[in-house]
């Protein structure tokens, strides 16, 4: 059981991100305009700012933890229909394998549907947006890819460019009906979530990301998620991104490592 103190423990995460970044955002002066094409990579829905048209990505992603390891190919999909509104869904394929008496097992994810609204009038440096996440539970629960569990989600976010980095920050909740996994009965259960990244645009092509996301308990009995993460943009085109990270979990309720290759084609 790793037990830690989340408070102390989210504030030395935060410090060890800033402080880097804040010191290479004084050495250099040049500004970098916010954009679209800087996105997260846990917090992709909530991130303040919507796509300019389309977002299309696929992702390869690794996941260890202490009693399952998974292996999922996710698709993203995002879209602008009505002016200052984004529209998106999530969903992949993966399998499991499991220690103990767990099952092994392949099939789908749960699909994640959200609308965003940003608003206009933060001016040239900050951004605002607030939305909602619906679970579909299209998942395979007794492979442990989905919690058979409907939940919806509604969240607020802020961005703010400074002179060499753009800071990310959104606060929500979510209500997460009864459902199961791995043959295991699960009392949803209302869960708080937190998170915060950085962008540092080293050039014009390559974009460092920094995260930490936290959410409390979504089932009775069972453990928060708290992670943090490290990745990078690289444009490789006019409309290509391949998108790279490494993350770690900090509490029960996260991956105890993650690796995620991605590529996204944004217009």
């Given at each position: 059981m790793k037990k830690l103190y989340i408070p102390s423990l989210i504030a030395s995460i935060l410090l060890s991100i800033v402080l880097p970044i804040t010191a290479s955002a004084q050495a250099e002066g040049s500004k970098v305009a916010t954009s679209s094409s800087y996105r997260l990579f846990h917090g992709f829905i909530e991130d303040a700012t919507i796509v300019d048209n389309q977002w299309w990505e696929g992702w390869l992603e690794y996941a260890e933890g202490e009693h399952v390891d998974m292996f999922l190919l996710r698709g993203v999909a995002a879209f602008q229909p009505w002016e200052n509104f984004e529209l998106g869904a999530t969903v992949g394929f993966g399998s499991s394998s499991a220690s103990g008496l767990l099952p092994d097992g392949s099939g789908a994810t749960d699909l994640d549907i959200w609308g965003k609204y940003h608003f206009d009038g933060g001016g040239d440096a900050t951004e605002f947006a607030a939305g909602g996440v619906i679970t579909v539970p299209t998942g395979d629960d007794t492979a442990g890819l989905g919690y058979d569990a409907f939940s919806i989600a509604a969240f607020g976010s802020v961005r703010h460019r400074y002179?060499?980095?753009?800071?990310?920050?959104?606060?929500?909740?979510?209500?997460?009906?009864?459902?199961?996994?791995?043959?295991?009965?699960?009392?949803?259960?209302?869960?708080?979530?937190?998170?915060?990244?950085?962008?540092?645009?080293?050039?014009?092509?390559?974009?460092?990301?920094?995260?930490?996301?936290?959410?409390?308990?979504?089932?009775?009995?069972?453990?928060?998620?708290?992670?943090?993460?490290?990745?990078?943009?690289?444009?490789?085109?006019?409309?290509?991104?391949?998108?790279?990270?490494?993350?770690?979990?900090?509490?029960?309720?996260?991956?105890?490592?993650?690796?995620?290759?991605?590529?996204?084609?944004?217009?």
């Amino acid at each position: 059981m790793k037990k830690l103190y989340i408070p102390s423990l989210i504030a030395s995460i935060l410090l060890s991100i800033v402080l880097p970044i804040t010191a290479s955002a004084q050495a250099e002066g040049s500004k970098v305009a916010t954009s679209s094409s800087y996105r997260l990579f846990h917090g992709f829905i909530e991130d303040a700012t919507i796509v300019d048209n389309q977002w299309w990505e696929g992702w390869l992603e690794y996941a260890e933890g202490e009693h399952v390891d998974m292996f999922l190919l996710r698709g993203v999909a995002a879209f602008q229909p009505w002016e200052n509104f984004e529209l998106g869904a999530t969903v992949g394929f993966g399998s499991s394998s499991a220690s103990g008496l767990l099952p092994d097992g392949s099939g789908a994810t749960d699909l994640d549907i959200w609308g965003k609204y940003h608003f206009d009038g933060g001016g040239d440096a900050t951004e605002f947006a607030a939305g909602g996440v619906i679970t579909v539970p299209t998942g395979d629960d007794t492979a442990g890819l989905g919690y058979d569990a409907f939940s919806i989600a509604a969240f607020g976010s802020v961005r703010h460019r400074y002179e060499r980095t753009i800071l990310s920050a959104h606060a929500g909740v979510r209500i997460n009906g009864d459902g199961g996994i791995f043959l295991t009965e699960l009392d949803g259960e209302i869960s708080p979530m937190l998170g915060v990244g950085f962008f540092y645009p080293h050039s014009d092509e390559v974009t460092f990301i920094a995260e930490a996301s936290f959410e409390s308990e979504r089932f009775d009995g069972a453990d928060s998620d708290l992670r943090v993460l490290g990745g990078i943009n690289w444009r490789l085109t006019n409309r290509g991104i391949l998108r790279s990270a490494v993350g770690v979990g900090l509490t029960d309720g996260a991956p105890d490592a993650q690796l995620i290759l991605g590529y996204a084609v944004n217009f």
